[in-house]
Structure formats: structure tokens, C-alpha cells
């Protein structure tokens, strides 16, 4: 067996400050874009990884979830709970940097951690906790 991480798959209020974030500002290129209004699904990925890729999609629009799991997804993605991914950057310090000055809100700068990476923190226009590690 010959597994590959594919995509992953993060929720999104505003599709269009999602985009703005992930093509922008982290400079990952939009692959798909289908829906409209806030019923988009966008997939996005880094342009020299095609075969890795992050759906960004509305929250809680399966049919199968009941008003309070939509309730409790809605309150998580509020207070920054609910989804994140980790990235590396083999510029840690200036990819800080140019995240911050677009305005995303810093959640923590730069720091080595005591379990051995150095990594930043910031969150998307949904919420979401993207990490940014160090990587050599």
C-alpha cells in the first residue's frame, strides 16, 4: 500500500478573505473554485506541490448534522477551535513577517519550542489555527 496525503479540508465563512488569505498571502494558487455566494468549495495548494491540496468549504452543511452539532461547530470555529493545519516554511522569520503585515491576527511569533521546533502561529479569516514550523 502506497499512501498520500491528498488534501485536507478547512472551513471557510467568507470565501472570497479565504482565497485573499491562502493566494495572497500564504501564495498558494486556487485550483478549483465551485458554488457560489458562501457555498463555495475552494481547493488550494502550493504551486509546486500539485498533489497536495487544502479544500476550503462552508462549515456544518452536511445533511446529517443536527442543529446543535451546527450550533457547537458555528461557537468552535468563533472562539478558534475548531480547525488547523500545520505548514513549514523554510524562512520562518520572513514568512512571519509578510503573514503578519497582511493583517492576519498573530496568535504567537517565533519561538523554539521545548520539544524542538521553532514555529509561529496565526489564524485565517474563518478562524482556523494555521501553524507555520521551521523547516531546514
Avoid at 480547525?83 to 519561538?111: C, H, K, M, N, R
Amino acid at each position: 500500500m502506497n499512501l498520500t496525503i491528498h488534501t485536507t479540508v478547512l472551513p471557510h465563512e467568507d470565501p472570497d478573505a479565504s482565497v485573499a488569505f491562502y493566494r495572497d498571502v500564504l501564495g498558494f494558487e486556487v485550483r478549483t473554485d465551485v458554488g457560489s455566494g458562501t457555498m463555495r468549495w475552494i481547493t488550494v495548494g502550493p504551486v509546486d506541490q500539485p498533489g497536495t491540496s487544502i479544500l476550503l468549504g462552508p462549515p456544518a452543511v452536511d445533511p446529517g448534522i443536527t442543529d446543535a452539532e451546527r450550533q457547537m461547530i458555528t461557537d468552535m470555529m468563533a472562539k478558534g477551535t475548531y480547525g488547523w493545519i500545520l505548514l513549514a516554511s523554510d524562512d520562518l522569520d520572513a514568512t512571519f513577517d509578510a503573514v503578519q503585515a497582511s493583517g492576519a491576527e498573530v496568535v504567537q511569533e517565533p519561538i523554539d519550542q521545548p520539544y524542538g521546533l521553532r514555529d509561529c502561529a496565526f489564524r485565517d479569516p474563518a478562524g482556523n489555527m494555521v501553524r507555520i514550523r521551521a523547516v531546514a
